[in-house]
T-cell receptor, first 115, second 112 residues
Framework: GAGVSQTPSNKVTEKGKYVELRCDPI?????LYWYRQSLGQGPEFLIY????????DSGLPNDRFFAVRPEGSVSTLKIQRTERGDSAVYLC?????????????FGEGSRLTVL | GENVEQHPSTLSVQEGDSAVIKCTYS??????FPWYKQELGKRPQLIID?????GEKKDQRIAVTLNKTAKHFSLHITETQPEDSAVYFC???????????FGGGTRVLVKP
């Protein structure tokens, strides 16, 4: 595709519910990243995929967060038992380069609001 | 892990003046330093980057300088224009290189 696509663009949910956020990276980009951005702050790393495998998931805040990339392209970030503190913009980025040696192309983000 | 500090958090300049944003990093193994620009409600976009084997890089009105000894790097914007108004983020990868750690951002306002 022309760029990184994220859906939904906005998601409002109630505390305790389960949500899935989808990322469709640029075709051919093997590296895929999830970041979380709270208002007025920089993006915070969550997880990095190289191909199908999670190369680094050290940024996932707890076991309520999980991400998959089963075919090495589309990725889904899954959040169980959502809490109000999970409210943020979830950014996905893809890159041709491994290990952060080149440009990350970000999507527009999925804004999650937990009521 | 890597720790990136960015200053100032806000910067207001008159159109035509220069703007300078500074970042420090903690992991001496970091070897790649990008700068991203994020306009209100938009995605972050790379504007310039520098690798650790050079000390300065320029691209039209923007430049980045790197001091590896002091572990800091700076973004310089000359002849600022209203369209330069945005939030700017610096970042560094740390030793493992698996994740970019971003600074807290600098909100730049260019006053006409």
């Amino acid at each position: 595709g022309a760029g990184v696509s994220q859906t939904p663009s906005n998601k409002v949910t109630e505390k305790g519910k389960y949500v899935e956020l989808r990322c469709d990276p640029i075709s051919g980009h093997t590296a895929l990243y999830w970041y979380r951005q709270s208002l007025g702050q920089g993006p915070e790393f969550l997880i990095y995929f190289q191909g199908t495998g999670a190369a680094d998931d050290s940024g996932l805040p707890n076991d309520r967060f999980f991400a998959v990339r089963p075919e090495g392209s589309v990725s889904t970030l899954k959040i169980q038992r959502t809490e109000r503190g999970d409210s943020a913009v979830y950014l996905c980025a893809s890159s041709l380069f491994q290990r952060n040696t080149g440009e990350l192309f970000f999507g527009e983000g999925s804004r999650l609001t937990v009521l | 892990g890597e720790n990136v500090e960015q200053h100032p958090s806000t910067l207001s300049v008159q159109e035509g003046d220069s703007a300078v944003i500074k970042c420090t990093y903690s992991d001496s193994a970091s070897n790649y330093f990008p700068w991203y620009k994020q306009e209100l409600g938009k995605r972050p976009q790379l504007i310039i980057d520098i690798r650790s084997n050079v000390g300065e890089k320029k691209d039209q009105r923007i430049a980045v300088t790197l001091n590896k000894t002091a572990k800091h790097f700076s973004l310089h914007i000359t002849e600022t224009q209203p369209e330069d108004s945005a939030v700017y983020f610096c970042a560094a990868p740390g030793a493992a290189g698996n994740k970019l750690t971003f600074g807290g951002g600098t909100r730049v306002l260019v006053k006409p």
